[in-house]
């Protein structure tokens, strides 16, 4: 018998019920059935490009669907406000002081706080949190190491250490990293916690199949309200073209960008701007994407400044912008984008303009003859990463360098970029919280090298000084100044080709309503989300 949208949705609420239990449990994936999930007003279904990872504060390392998740199941200490998201507010913590040296943040916890499986928020799972994170997680050892102590006066009063003044600490704090887990789910699931990961947030996770589908389900007691939405599942689709169909046809509600150049190819977002039934939402970002070398691989090509500089010269930026992106897209000319308030305009100047013939010139004085250098490129996977991709392997091949593409899943190509085990890589930074650091230190601090996807940078000591300093100075003009300092060294060392700034473009169907872009973190909260 067939099951035509109709029929399902006129069923009753506990036949429903039972069905969808069926689909989630068995893993039915008949494209009608899908659809009538998606236009049920209580679900929404959000596509996202690939399978997640790091679904737990302790061990994500800033993968883009794993940490948009933990956003949604767990709560922070504070958190960006909507919609502008230029100040923070309090989630976990209602209130909170920072001394006058910049080293002690005390917070006062919301009373009343469960997690999802019954036990009381209080200061000591905070304490246990925050410590376990930065026991169990290298990435975050530039920022969550430097508690020096945590104290739990009270059962609702936190106070945080610092070794050093840490202006950023706070924004620190709002990222899914910081986020506050259950100590007795801890306990009980031990080294499994990731695959029964509960917190307070307001979905609780429910099920996970590989390559499929993540299920969160509302959590109806969050102490901020319970959310319009009863259900929210993360299909996992890598295609471009099939989120695309899938958003048509009503089979998903949402195409989120994470880990992608944006949702969908830029010819198939002028197809979606004459639909009436889907609604695009687009934002400038804080996103930097670069050609990326491996600036710690002694035997490479690479460790030579003067291919760098060749292949930094060989690029046509403003073709790239024009011919793959159409206008989608802003030129970055260095380590932070020109809408950081960090941003100094004389990097404008310093970067490398394209000029193929100035290329070929290095690129002799480096030894190399035309059709000598070969190297591969490695990319992400997805469409308009195989175009830059391209577009970058034809710019250089225009110079005499030779290039194979070899696009990459992003668990195996994080692996492979944290391994050390390349020379070229198109990457980018996402920066999770609105503060340069987020760019710098992670990026170019020499003792970091080995924690993340980073530039690898060698050993500098007075670069990592500068680094260390802007980090932590309480003046933020003198931040300011510092980082423009930064920026203009980084520029003449050229560890990348800097490249663009991808706007954040989501698309929903139009009855979704209450969505709203963060630039930094780039993760999008469903508790505000609702469907008309």
């Known amino acids: 018998m067939s099951l035509t949208r109709r029929s399902f949705g006129a069923m009753s609420g506990a036949a429903l019920a039972m069905s969808f239990a069926a689909f989630v449990s068995a893993g039915a994936v008949a494209s009608f059935a899908t659809t009538a999930i998606a236009q049920e007003s209580e679900t929404l279904v959000i596509a996202v490009p690939s399978d997640p990872a790091g679904l737990e504060p302790g061990t994500n390392k800033a993968e883009p669907v794993g940490s948009e998740i933990i956003l949604n199941v767990f709560d922070t200490l504070v958190a960006w406000k909507a919609p502008d998201f230029s100040k923070l507010e309090g989630r976990l913590a209602k209130d ?60 609702s009063e936190v106070v945080i250490h610092l070794s050093e003044p840490y202006p950023a600490f706070m924004s620190i704090l709002a990222q899914p990293q910081a986020a506050i887990v259950s100590p007795a789910a801890v306990e009980k699931y031990g080294a ?28 109806p007691k969050y ?92 690029i046509d930026y403003d073709g790239l912008l024009s011919g793959v992106f159409d206008g989608t897209a802003e030129r970055v000319y260095g380590p932070l984008t020109s809408n950081s308030w960090a941003f100094d305009p004389k990097v ?106 980073t530039f690898r940078m060698p050993e500098n000591k007075s670069l990592d000084a500068l680094i260390l300093k802007a980090q932590q100075d309480p003046d933020m003009d003198a931040r300011k100044a510092l980082y423009g300092e930064i920026q203009e060294d980084l520029v003449k060392e050229v560890p990348a080709a800097y490249l663009f700034s991808p706007n954040l473009i989501v698309f929903t169907r139009a009855n979704v309503d209450g969505l709203v872009i963060n630039s930094a973190p780039p993760l999008t909260e469903y508790w505000g989300v609702s469907k008309e």
């Open 192 to 219: 499994d916690f990731a695959k029964h990961p509960v917190g307070t947030g307001p979905f609780a996770f429910r099920a996970y199949e590989a390559d499929t589908r993540v299920v969160l389900d509302a959590n």
């Open 223 to 314: 102490f901020r309200g319970a959310s319009k939405l009863k259900r929210l599942i993360y299909r996992i689709i890598p295609e471009a073209s099939t989120r695309r169909l899938e958003l048509e046809n009503g089979g998903i509600d949402v195409i989120q960008q994470q880990s992608q150049l944006s949702a969908v190819p830029t010819e198939e977002m002028k197809a979606f701007a004459d639909n009436p039934d889907i609604k695009i939402i687009e934002k400038p970002s804080q996103i930097i994407r670069q050609l990326e070398f491996n600036n710690s691989k002694a035997d490479s090509p690479v460790a030579d400044l003067k291919v760098r500089e060749a292949i930094a010269h060989a």
């Open 348 to 453: 404008k100047d310093l970067a490398p303009k394209y000029d193929p013939e100035l290329a070929k010139k290095l690129l002799a004085e480096a030894g190399y003859k035309p059709g000598d250098l070969n190297l591969k490129l490695y990319s992400f996977q997805g469409s308009l990463w195989g175009d830059v991709a391209t577009f970058v392997q034809a710019n250089l091949a225009a110079v005499g360098i030779n290039t194979e593409i070899a696009q990459t899943e992003f668990p195996s190509y994080r692996a492979l970029h944290v391994a050390g085990d390349w020379d070229i890589a198109l990457d980018g930074r996402q920066p999770w919280y609105n503060d340069p650091d987020a760019h710098i230190t992670i990026g170019y601090l020499s003792s970091l090298k080995d924690t993340a996807m």
């Open 96 to 155: 909170w002081s920072i001394s006058e040296d910049g080293k002690t943040f005390t917070f006062d916890l919301q009373n009343g706080v469960e997690f999802q499986d019954g036990t009381p928020l209080n200061a000591e799972a905070v304490k246990f949190s925050l410590e376990r994170t930065k026991k169990l997680n290298p990435y975050v050892e530039a920022s969550l190491g430097m508690i020096e102590g945590i104290d739990t006066p009270t059962d």
